[in-house]
């Protein structure tokens, strides 16, 4: 069994120092399904003995598939959070150190996928890129029937998805992959949440040009697929070595004309990077110059983030992954590529993940996320992504400072804002007037409504639930801010589409003589998402706001 790039050795980090280069002026393309927007690759490889898969057998978990797994033989690096699941299947690893039963989940079940794509949608993460291996082997089966679960699991949460082609030891590529995307995988392109750029259907090949044995096409072979999809009126990714620009260490010569001849390029990155000292290295030796040169030939770039492997201590409950999202972004990179999804085999798997020692199997040796002594929650790295993905798209500022918060189980610290910073949204705005400027911290920029149109309403995710007993909400403390009464109702929620009543609607005295702030008793629930729907307002008819505050 090969794990492909998964497996691929660390290339040296110290490249010629090119010095940083402006940022571009603009992007090749305009936003689209994957041009500012955040991309997560998808493996949907593991499968389970008993799932009914055509495999029967533990696709990926284990070494030998017709084994449960344990160790030593095990092929997984870290233990996912399983709890969200329906249906998963017994291994053969000691229980879980609270004493729940070992097991794992199967991406042949349908209930998998639609929870993977529901953890997406809550997380903003906007398409998945689905990863296909040689479908003309004995995995081709349920490889098929994955993709078909994927189809509607996007088309339900609303996410995007794109078929991702991996070549390594695909002896027969070049007339194979032809053959399956015109049998099989082209009808998915009819699917209104297949991933389309430029209005055209995304699809990528990831492998062109690697100085490894598991491809050792030239380049005639790989420009002669890259020209065949473009020829279908495709929007063709490449997913490149580290060093592709300079045909040096992990890439292959030769290939200068086939990378620069794909409408995007997404350099690989996993084994190269490991602190956040690297990620600053690559922003100056790598991707800024990666990103000139993409600029100046009108092609778009997606660079790569990873969360760190989990068992390698790399993560450092989450600044590892924060520092590339700041450096990506400061770049101006025209999309992000998250690896991986689901990549346990690595341990850089940003879905849900065991959070401490009490959820992975006993004497397994596997690390949780606390690891480094910080607790966080199993869907940290899916909410670090979403707070990423919003960095990105202009929804909070750029900041060095990782916003997410990373934690487990209880509510924060009671004299905590757990507003401060958070992402928002709102009905409308006058003018530059965003709903940011309520959780800026600064009492002197405000959001406003558009005028004339009650009801409007403002909202905060703090991005994991907490048992809220206090909102303090505030106008700037300005004399200029004559009194008056605003009336709003403040509810919360879970997931951000069905909202309960945290207080019911009241009118609120704002005096600047008194602070121009009022606090509002909340009855303690967990929810994650706090909307205000302001209905009146004597001073001004919008709704008003320079400060919400929210505590536990």
């Known amino acids: 069994m090969s794990l492909s790039r998964r497996t691929l050795l660390s290339t040296a980090l110290a490249t010629p120092a090119l010095g940083l280069l402006p940022a571009p002026a603009h992007a090749a393309s305009p936003p689209g399904d994957v041009v500012g927007k955040i991309t997560v690759g998808y493996q949907?490889?593991?499968?389970?003995?008993g799932d009914g898969s055509p495999i029967d057998g533990w696709w990926h978990w284990n070494d030998d598939w017709s084994q449960p797994p344990a160790p030593p033989t095990s092929s997984i690096v870290a233990w996912p959070d399983v709890r969200d699941y329906t249906r998963t299947y017994q291994t053969a690893f000691a229980n879980l150190g609270d004493g729940r039963p070992a097991t794992l989940f199967s991406h042949y079940d349908r209930q998998t996928v639609d929870v993977h794509f529901q953890w997406m949608r809550d997380n903003n993460i906007d398409t998945a890129a689905l990863q296909r291996f040689n479908p003309t082997g004995g995995e081709g089966p349920i490889r098929d029937a994955v993709t078909a679960h994927v189809r509607p699991a996007a088309e339900a949460t609303g996410r995007k998805?794109?078929?991702?082609?991996?070549?390594?030891?695909?002896?027969?590529?070049?007339s194979e992959i032809k053959t399956d995307w015109?049998?099989?995988?082209?009808?998915?392109?009819?699917?209104?949440?297949?991933?389309?750029?430029?209005?055209?259907?995304?699809?990528?090949?990831?492998g062109f040009g690697f100085n490894d044995p598991g491809r050792p096409f030239g380049p005639e072979p790989c420009q002669d697929v890259i020209n065949w999809f473009k020829a279908r009126g495709c929007y063709v990714i490449g997913g490149v070595p580290t060093h592709w620009r300079l045909e040096i260490e992990d890439s292959r010569q030769g290939f200068?004309?086939?990378?620069?001849?794909?409408?995007?390029?997404?350099?690989?990155?996993?084994?190269?990077?490991?602190?956040?000292?690297?990620?600053?290295?690559?922003?100056?030796?790598?991707?800024?110059?990666?990103?000139?040169?993409?600029?100046?030939?009108?092609?778009?770039?997606?660079?790569?983030?990873?969360?760190?492997?989990?068992g390698s201590r790399q993560r450092l409950h989450g600044d590892f992954m924060w520092r590339q999202f700041y450096?990506?972004?400061?770049?101006?990179?025209?999309?992000?590529?998250?690896?991986?999804?689901?990549?346990?085999?690595?341990?850089?798997?940003?879905?849900?993940?065991?959070?401490?020692?009490?959820?992975?199997?006993?004497?397994?040796?596997?690390?949780a996320l606390d690891e480094d002594g910080t607790r966080c929650s199993a869907d940290y790295y899916l909410r670090l992504t979403g707070d990423g993905g919003r960095m990105l798209k202009g929804q909070i500022?750029?900041?060095?400072?990782?916003?997410?918060?990373?934690?487990?189980?209880?509510?924060?610290?009671?004299?905590?804002?757990?507003?401060?910073?958070?992402?928002?949204?709102?009905?409308?705005?006058t003018q530059h007037y965003g709903s940011g400027f309520a959780v800026d911290n600064d009492p002197h920029s405000y959001w406003e409504s558009a005028n004339n149109a009650f009801p409007q309403w403002i909202q905060v995710d703090l991005g994991t639930a907490a048992a809220l007993r206090r909102a303090v909400l505030a106008l700037p403390p300005n004399p200029a801010w004559g009194r008056r009464t605003q009336t709003v109702t403040i509810e919360g929620s879970t997931n951000g589409q069905t909202f309960s009543p945290l207080a019911q609607s009241t009118g609120y005295v704002f005096d600047p003589a008194t602070g121009n702030s009022a606090a509002v008793p909340l009855p303690g629930n967990q929810v994650r998402h706090v909307r205000l729907t302001f209905t009146g307002n004597t001073g001004w008819p919008a709704g008003q706001l320079s400060g919400l505050k929210l505590y536990t």
């Open 256 to 310: 200068a004309g086939v990378y620069r001849s794909f409408d995007m390029i997404s350099p690989w990155m996993v084994g190269r990077i490991g602190t956040p000292a690297d990620t600053d290295r690559f922003h100056t030796n790598v991707n800024s110059p990666d990103q000139a040169e993409c600029d100046a030939r009108g092609i778009d770039y997606q660079p790569c983030v990873l969360p760190g492997d989990v």
């Open 182 to 206: 015109l049998d099989k995988m082209s009808a998915y392109t009819s699917s209104p949440a297949y991933a389309r750029q430029n209005g055209k259907p995304v699809v990528c090949v990831w």
């Open 397 to 429: 500022a750029l900041t060095a400072t990782r916003p997410t918060q990373p934690w487990i189980g209880g509510p924060p610290t009671p004299g905590v804002d757990l507003a401060v910073g958070r992402p928002t949204a709102q009905s409308s705005q």
């Open 44 to 49: 949907g490889w593991f499968a389970c003995r």
């Open 327 to 367: 450096n990506m972004v400061r770049l101006g990179a025209q999309g992000i590529y998250i690896s991986m999804f689901d990549e346990f085999n690595e341990g850089n798997q940003i879905c849900k993940t065991a959070e401490t020692l009490a959820d992975v199997p006993v004497d397994s040796g596997y690390l």
């Open 161 to 174: 998805f794109y078929i991702m082609y991996d070549v390594t030891n695909w002896t027969n590529m070049q």
